[in-house]
């Protein structure tokens, strides 16, 4: 498959089969998609990254994000684990409804919450469902190299731990480099930023990988951030909808210069799937918003600036970002941007969805 159609492919639902439900605790089910053989490469993933789905809601469509809790290091299906949030919509659905054999319309993967390059100790915390991607990193890990790993895992109570024997599994077939902290609510109290920064402590050389709800995100950033660990070091995936962000303080100055900065642009040109396109840029729109309301299909899905699924190389020009919660420094200085906060700061725009 030539570059470019694989980055056509890239951008594009498809419909999957299921072929395989399993039921892991009383709110969460996994699901495995199957991938036709034509489709190997344009689903190929590292351990960490997710999948968009698109799920009927109500007449219309819901788009959520799952990651994939399989490696691709030492397994050959693609699976997700889907956990009922009280009153969700998507999350409930997917539980309620998909079974084996039925068809779903899925992205290929995305996302940079993979693991970095290096060779010391690695620290993950994961809160319920967020231990998806935190598992997939640790099997990732423990097949290659050396590096010790170690996992603290929060849940409310012991029934509520998602892949419990799979874990216990390897810690027992690595002893020597994974070893595993359950905190539960019901048992240990709830997890403080405090015994975040105890855990910290005796391994502040390594490098943290955290995910879960936006509130255990928070705990264990602070308690991360109190054990004066570097923010280079601190890599993170937050399992929010966008009903509970808050714009911060920082959020609102930002989101305020960039849209400042937009009166200066006319032209935006954009390439996708192959084709490129020239489009005029009106005041208070970011990239995505023009090119989707010019009938160009970009990928995209929470709009929010923490899935990363719209990110596309700035070829030429600058835009600013309202927001960023997911692209790394790197990232950055790499020429990425979210097409769905970035705003054009210059007289022409040139970004392509196509560049890898
Ligand atoms: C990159 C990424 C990867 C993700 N991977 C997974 C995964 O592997 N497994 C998984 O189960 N979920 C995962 N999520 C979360 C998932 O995408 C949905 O946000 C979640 O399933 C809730 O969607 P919903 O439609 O059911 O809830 P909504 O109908 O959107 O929300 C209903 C209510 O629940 C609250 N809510 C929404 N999400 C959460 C949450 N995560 N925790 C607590 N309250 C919440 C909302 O504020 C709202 O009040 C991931 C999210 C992201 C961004
Ligand atoms: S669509 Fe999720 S970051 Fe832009």
């Not at 190299?145 to 170690?150: D, E, F, N, T």
């Not at 892949?163 to 019901?186: M, Y």
């Not at 899935?307 to 200085?333: F, H, I, P, Y």
């Amino acid at each position: 498959m030539s570059d470019e159609t694989l980055a056509q492919q890239h951008h594009h639902y498809h419909p999957l089969r299921i072929s395989r439900v399993v039921e892991e605790t009383a709110d969460a089910r996994s699901f495995v998609v199957e991938i036709p053989e034509d489709l190997r490469e344009v689903f190929r993933y590292e351990a960490g990254q997710f999948l968009t789905f698109k799920v009927p809601y109500d007449g219309g469509e819901l788009l959520r994000c799952y990651s994939l809790a399989s490696s691709p290091d030492c397994e050959h299906e693609h699976k997700v684990t889907v956990k009922r949030i009280e009153d969700g919509r998507a999350s409930n659905w997917l539980n309620d409804n998909v079974r084996e054999g039925d068809t779903v319309q899925v992205l290929p993967p995305a996302g940079r919450f993979t693991l970095r390059p290096g060779d010391g100790p690695v620290m993950l915390f994961a809160g319920g469902s967020g231990i998806t991607p935190v598992i997939a990193i640790v099997k990732t890990l423990l097949v290659a190299g050396s590096r010790p790993v170690r996992l603290v895992y929060a849940n409310r109570d012991a029934d509520s731990v998602i892949f419990a024997s799979e874990l216990a599994g390897l810690a027992a077939k690595h002893p020597e480099r994974l070893s595993i902290v359950h905190s539960l609510d019901d048992r240990d109290g709830f997890l403080t930023a405090e015994r975040v920064k105890q855990h910290v402590a005796a391994h502040a050389d390594a490098d943290f990988y955290l995910c879960g709800p936006g509130v255990f995100m928070e705990i264990v950033e602070d308690g991360i951030e109190a054990a004066g660990i570097p923010r280079e070091r601190v890599f993170k995936e937050v399992f929010v909808s966008l009903e509970d962000d808050q714009p911060t303080e920082e959020d609102l100055v930002r989101a305020a210069e960039a849209d400042a900065g937009a009166a200066g642009c006319e032209t935006l040109v954009v390439t996708v799937d192959g084709a490129t396109h020239e489009l005029v840029y009106a005041e208070g729109k970011t990239v995505l918003q023009t090119a989707r309301e010019a009938g160009v299909q970009p990928p995209f899905s929470c709009e929010d600036g923490y899935c990363s699924c719209c990110m596309a190389k700035l070829v030429e020009g600058e835009v600013k970002m309202r927001k960023n919660d997911c692209l790394t420094q790197r990232d950055l200085d790499d020429g990425w941007v979210l097409t769905c906060q970035s705003v054009p700061q210059t007289r022409t725009v040139k970004i392509d969805w196509d560049a890898s």
